[in-house]
T-cell receptor
Framework: DVKVTQSSRYLVKRTGEKVFLECVQD?????MFWYRQDPGLGLRLIYF???????EKGDIPEGYSVSREKKERFSLILESASTNQTSMYLC?????????????FGPGTRLLVL | AQSVSQHNHHVILSEAASLELGCNYS??????LFWYVQYPGQHLQLLLK??????LVKGIKGFEAEFIKSKFSFNLRKPSVQWSDTAEYFC??????????????FGQGTELSVKP
């Protein structure tokens, strides 16, 4: 079974803090994704990565950056956390960049920015 | 704006009732279509997907979906729901301009509550 893990289930941070969310997958997948999930808005893509050190902006990249130094690990960085970044963050991976591939999701990190 | 729409935000059914959740998208050209489900306290997981061939797709746990190209729709169905189907359901589309990379556009989600 594919396993996608996220470093924290719940996180509380203060406005202006730099926040790191970590995601690890154990199936040698090429593609990794970061989404945020908000009630009534579904999931929105923040960034994705199709290879080590390669990244591409999604639909809502503002205020976020990412890092992928190793194939199995994809980090989401909030440079200066703001209250409107309070959300559930989901990481996903897929075996390749083919459009038909299934994405496998982690359990999510619920972030509260005070 | 191009989008994916799920018209029902919250559906409440009794066990054994039939289910149909609507999903419409506004992208032209070739699309790939998915339904994902999130059970309470669990990871989001794939229910079924369509990318070519028979427009009636069968997934896990007795779910199926029908792709109707002329209506830009991919509705999810189940003939008889169970209490264990209580979950949030997300429709997702991989539109033509996102074919490389497998990126998805998700709908808003539909919360299904099944009363025992």
């Amino acid at each position: 079974d594919v396993k996608v893990t996220q470093s924290s289930r719940y996180l509380v941070k203060r406005t202006g803090e730099k926040v790191f969310l970590e995601c690890v997958q154990d199936m040698d997948h090429e593609n990794m994704f970061w989404y945020r999930q908000d009630p009534g808005l579904g999931l929105r893509l923040i960034y994705f990565s199709y290879d080590v050190k390669m990244k591409e902006k999604g639909d809502i990249p503002e205020g976020y950056s990412v890092s992928r130094e190793k194939k199995e690990r994809f980090s989401l960085i909030l440079e200066s956390a703001s209250t409107n970044q309070t959300s559930m963050y989901l990481c996903a991976s897929s075996i390749s960049g083919r459009a038909v591939e299934t994405q496998y999701f982690g359990p999510g990190t619920r972030l509260l920015v005070l | 704006a191009q989008s994916v729409s799920q018209h029902n935000h919250h559906v409440i059914l009794s066990e054994a009732a039939s289910l149909e959740l609507g999903c419409n998208y506004s992208y032209g050209g070739t699309v790939n279509l998915f339904w994902y489900v999130q059970y309470p306290g669990q990871h989001l997981q794939l229910l079924l997907k369509y990318f070519s061939g028979d427009p009636l797709v069968k997934g896990i746990k007795g779910f199926e979906a029908e792709f109707i190209k002329s209506k830009f729709s991919f509705n999810l169905r189940k003939p008889s729901v169970q209490w264990s189907d209580t979950a949030e359901y997300f429709c997702a589309v991989n539109p033509p301009h996102y074919n490389q990379g497998g990126k998805l556009i998700f709908g808003q989600g539909t919360e299904l509550s099944v009363k025992p």
